[in-house]
């Protein structure tokens, strides 16, 4: 069976600060990554995908894949508290090709002025 | 463009009584998915349909049942609720694409079953 894990959390930065969010898979086959934010009371919005060994930037946010390792890892840069929210790790492409996500069950992040 | 919608957005029901979700989207995707959600479980897999014509089960399927009426609409029906089935149910969709294969989220339906 194909796992994600994270840390539940809470994680929490001062505001300014850089908040690094880990997730880890079990599938080494795995193809494709995503990170979703979802605030308390709101669905989950994509907020970054990556597919290849190395760093992807968006803004604040870069996304951080280890294939070798079997991590993926998000830094929020400049954190702010509009920024606190629960962040899921979302992983697909594994054995038997299925494009079908795992979730992770996602960390909270607390930013505090 | 509105997205992936779902209706209702609340719902209370008793022990037994019926209902369905209603999900649409616009983003021409082939793939939709229903989702439910409690408190320290995280997103579990109620069902999904890989293109128009097609639905499968997911991970927690028992109790439910699943109609792709066209590319657009997927729905989800509860036969007969249960306290157990109180969650917080999402509707996604996506290109279906192998590796590309980004959801979309709907905002949900809370249901409360007595």
């Known amino acids: 069976q194909k796992e994600v894990e994270q840390n539940s959390g809470p994680l929490s930065v001062p505001e300014g600060a850089i908040a690094s969010l880990n997730c880890t898979y079990s599938?080494?086959?795995?193809?494709?990554f995503f990170w979703y934010r979802q605030y308390s009371g709101k669905s989950p919005e994509l907020i970054m995908s990556i597919y290849s060994n190395g760093d992807k930037e968006d803004g604040r946010f870069t996304a951080q894949l280890n294939k070798a390792s079997q991590y993926v890892s998000l830094l929020i840069r400049d954190s702010q508290p509009s920024d606190s929210a629960t962040y899921l790790c979302?992983?697909?492409?594994?054995?038997?090709?299925?494009?079908?996500?795992?979730f992770g069950r996602g960390t909270s992040l607390i930013v505090h002025p | 463009n509105a997205g992936v919608t779902q209706t209702p957005k609340f719902q209370v029901l008793k022990t037994g009584q019926s209902m369905t979700l209603q999900c649409a989207q616009d983003?021409?995707?082939?793939?939709m998915y229903w989702y439910r959600q409690d408190p320290g479980m995280g997103l579990r897999l109620i069902y999904y349909?890989?293109?128009?014509?097609?639905?499968d089960k997911g991970e927690v399927p028992n109790g439910y049942n699943v109609s792709r009426l066209n590319k657009r609409e997927f729905s989800l029906r509860l036969e007969s609720a249960a306290p157990s089935q109180t969650s917080v149910y999402f509707c996604?969709?996506?290109?279906?694409?192998?590796?590309?294969?980004?959801?979309?989220f709907g905002p949900g339906t809370r249901l409360t079953v007595l």
């Open positions: 996604a969709s996506s290109a279906g694409r192998f590796n590309y294969n980004e959801q979309f």
């Open positions: 979302a992983v697909n492409g594994g054995a038997g090709g299925s494009y079908i996500p795992t």
């Open positions: 599938d080494r086959v795995s193809q494709s």
């Open positions: 349909s890989a293109s128009e014509g097609t639905t």
């Open positions: 983003m021409n995707h082939n793939s």
